[in-house]
């Protein structure tokens, strides 16, 4: 299967292409592909400089970060430098990366982690071209928008379903407002993304299954969102035909490569989809809820997602059927919605998701802010129209 997929992602991209979708220059795919690094990272440098980005205690191991050194020597970089980073990238900690960048004197920025690793790299690849802070720049925050100028950046995913290395926008923390926002701008779209499978091998369970749910969330949401296109529906179902057997496989056996080619070929297109449809409800909250609670990401999506598909059942039932439908790995039919969604809450037990958000805790007061901060981007492409009031209702259903 997995040598199919790797046919089936070049298709997909020559079709998001065709049809004038946001992608990245090149994408390589592929267990193994990782080798290809020395051969692609050259051409995109002049200085062969480069300055690489990593987890401080991610799944990355200290023999794939050699690796990566290795290539890069091979190629003839003459320096490569390193930045790691414990969580999700806040506005201080993209300042430093943006400055220590520009003091090592790096020509090509690369990130070698999870989503949030890719989303700094991207970041920093932009702020490393431009004066002051990152704050500067964020959506709904700032007042300043990139000029164009970037480094050119290389994406590899270490994690699949953030879709990460697919985007040109980069979530960021804003700690002190207790909210996250996106820079954005095509220049920052990474210029390479190699997903190699191989590299989410050693990733627990627990993350596998959480971040797996957050690219199954995103192809659902983009999938039935108000700006969604008969593109994006298409690239999408195409993922959802594949990766509910790969995070299963995943969660029974942790080596199984062909399992991880399969939720990592959904995660990559699933980043193809919401860079071009937007998503909805899940993620508005997850933004939200995100900048008040250190909870990850994906859990969140996880949890959200069969509710909020009941919530927005009857506003798309074409798109949701046949979303729905593809997971299940059958053709569409009636009953197709309620089994869907059924189908994600057995999908959650069997990876130990809880069934709601109990377990976080909100107070009335909390909800009211957390609802609040929900109304961004993401928000405004749910197929059902959202207000705050509504979104506090939808909460206490949940919490």
């Not at 926008?169 to 207790?178: E, H, K």
């Not at 609670?293 to 996880?302: D, E, F, M, T, V």
């Not at 506003?315 to 439908?325: Q, T």
């Amino acid at each position: 299967m997995s040598a199919e997929l790797n046919d089936q992602m070049n298709a997909c991209l020559e079709f998001a292409r065709s049809r004038q979708l946001n992608v990245p220059e090149q994408v390589i795919f592929g267990n193994e592909s990782l080798a290809q690094l020395a051969e692609r990272a050259a051409p995109l440098t002049t200085g062969r400089r480069a300055f690489i980005l990593t987890g401080s205690d991610s799944a990355l191991s200290a023999g794939v970060l050699d690796r990566v050194d290795r290539l890069l020597a091979e190629s003839g970089f003459l320096k490569v430098s390193r930045f790691a980073f414990h969580g999700e990238p806040d506005v201080p900690t993209v300042d430093r990366a943006a400055t220590s960048c520009r003091q090592e004197g790096a020509d090509l920025v690369i990130g070698l982690g999870g989503g949030s690793v890719l989303d700094c790299a991207k970041a920093v690849a932009g702020m490393s071209c431009h004066a002051g802070s990152v704050f500067e720049y964020l959506e709904g925050v700032g007042s300043k928008t990139l000029s164009g100028l970037a480094l050119p950046s290389i994406a590899i995913p270490t994690v699949s379903g953030t879709g990460a290395e697919m985007t040109r926008n980069a979530v960021i923390s804003v700690t002190d407002r207790r909210v996250k926002r996106s820079l954005r701008h095509q220049s920052i779209m990474p210029r390479l993304a190699i997903v190699d499978p191989a590299l989410t091998a050693t990733v627990p369970t627990t993350v596998t299954a959480t971040s797996g749910m957050d690219g199954v969330t995103q192809l659902i949401e983009s999938s039935v969102s108000a700006k969604r296109r008969p593109e994006t529906i298409e690239l999408a179902l195409r993922g959802l035909r594949v990766v509910r057997e790969g995070l299963i496989r995943c969660h029974t056996h942790p080596g199984d490569l062909d399992g991880r080619a399969r939720v990592a070929f959904a995660s990559s297109l699933g980043g193809i989809c919401l860079a071009n449809s937007g998503l909805g409800l899940v993620h508005g909250i997850a933004s939200g809820l995100g900048g008040h609670r250190k909870i990850p990401h994906g859990l969140i999506c996880a949890v959200l997602l069969p509710h909020a598909l009941k919530y927005n059942r009857d506003a798309v039932p074409a798109e949701l059927r046949a979303s729905l439908a593809a997971f299940l790995g059958r053709s569409e039919s009636a009953s197709t919605v309620d089994d869907g969604i059924a189908g994600i809450q057995d999908l959650n037990a069997t990876l130990g998701i809880p069934a709601d958000l109990s377990f976080i805790g909100l107070n009335e007061s909390e909800i009211e802010e957390v609802a609040h901060d929900s109304m961004g981007s993401s928000m405004s492409g749910n197929p059902v129209p959202m207000t705050v009031e509504s979104v506090v209702e939808f909460l206490k259903r949940v919490c």
